[in-house]
């Protein structure tokens, strides 16, 4: 390639015309371009490219406006047909043939002549919302204390002997004795399921937090004289985002199974959950032609904590910071 070489005095122009001068800043020599990141920003990112998880959630978002706009935009009455005996016992076909096409009566009418449609969702509102709020009690005494726990060589004495001894009950023979002790209803299966609900994660987390709590930053703060319970909130904890959201992904729909089994033997809340739904539809099981008012709750009920776990689990792979890359 041939080069041509320019003389510059045939340009005419000055020194100053020609060249410019660039200031030298230390400060701004330092920094390091790079394109910003956000860490939540990537997590629904990944979380997004898959399509599979676009339907999951979709799927779960339809799920919430049914449990929790439905029954206040359409009130739910058990016995509002009880006196009518044609009214009991219906298929969605005849419940349809009687009081025409309604998203009511889709899924027919039960024992008390109610809509078994209208029941469902006011079943799951009370099991879902149970669920939810075990989760947020057990998650945040089992993170904040799993976090302490794992650090503080004195609370790992105490808790562990705790824990041999309270960890090794059967989980649903202890909820089973405090359902019986106490009257059955909603908060009393809360506090049944939470009072010692929270040791496993605490003692996960734990688990978590040994693993970790002697890297160089960490036994740096302490040097340093940083609180333990610092250490653990703003060292260790914002590195297992993916850890903790896949183990609520877990936690939540055990709730709803702990709660439709123990109601299925009879010894869950007073209030019409999905577990009571089931078990008061349990002879219609036997019965030809009545099996519908059994398995529609069933089927809820299934299909609600799939959904529920398999959209913690992809949210919690999304949480890892290696598949951001």
């Known amino acids: 390639m041939n080069e041509k070489m320019i003389n510059l005095e045939e340009l005419n122009m000055s020194d100053e015309e020609l060249f410019s001068r660039v200031d030298h800043n230390d400060l701004e020599s330092e920094k390091i371009t790079a394109p910003r990141y956000s860490y939540w920003r990537s997590v629904f990112r990944v979380f997004f490219r898959k399509r599979v998880n676009v339907v999951i959630l979709s799927l779960f978002a339809l799920l919430l406006l049914f449990t929790y706009v439905y029954p206040m935009l ?8 009880l006196m009518d005996p044609t009214a ?31 029941a469902v969702w006011n079943g799951a509102k009370i099991s879902i919302s149970m669920a939810f709020i075990c989760a947020l009690i057990n998650m945040t005494i089992g993170i904040v204390l799993g976090a302490v ?26 909820i089973s004795v405090l359902v019986l002790i106490f009257s059955a209803g909603f908060w009393t299966m809360v506090f049944a399921l939470t009072v010692t609900g929270w040791l496993g994660i605490a003692y996960f987390i734990r688990t978590q937090v040994i693993i970790i709590r002697d ?11 940083t609180p333990i319970l610092r250490i653990a909130m703003k060292n260790i904890l914002p590195f297992m985002t993916s850890i903790i959201v896949t183990l609520a992904a877990t936690e939540i729909p055990s709730y709803i199974s702990y709660e439709v089994f123990l109601s299925y033997i009879g010894m869950g809340m007073s209030e019409m959950s999905l577990g009571k739904l089931i078990y008061e539809a349990e002879n219609a099981m036997l019965t030809p032609g009545w099996q519908f008012e059994f398995w529609t709750p069933v089927a809820v009920a299934s299909i609600i904590t799939v959904v529920l776990y398999v959209v913690g689990q992809n949210l919690g792979d999304a949480s890892d910071p290696r598949t951001h890359m």
């Open 88 to 118: 009991k016992h219906l298929t969605p076909s005849m419940a349809i043939e009687k009081y025409g096409f309604n998203i009511d009566w889709i899924f027919g009418a039960g024992k008390s002549g109610e809509s078994t449609f209208s």
């Open 149 to 174: 726990w794992g650090f503080s060589k004195k609370v790992d004495i105490i808790m562990t002997e705790v824990y041999n001894i309270i960890g090794n009950v059967p989980y649903i023979l202890f």
């Open 74 to 81: 359409v009130p739910y009455d058990q016995f509002a047909n």
């Open 215 to 225: 890297r160089e930053y960490n036994l740096a703060s302490r040097c340093l004289g």
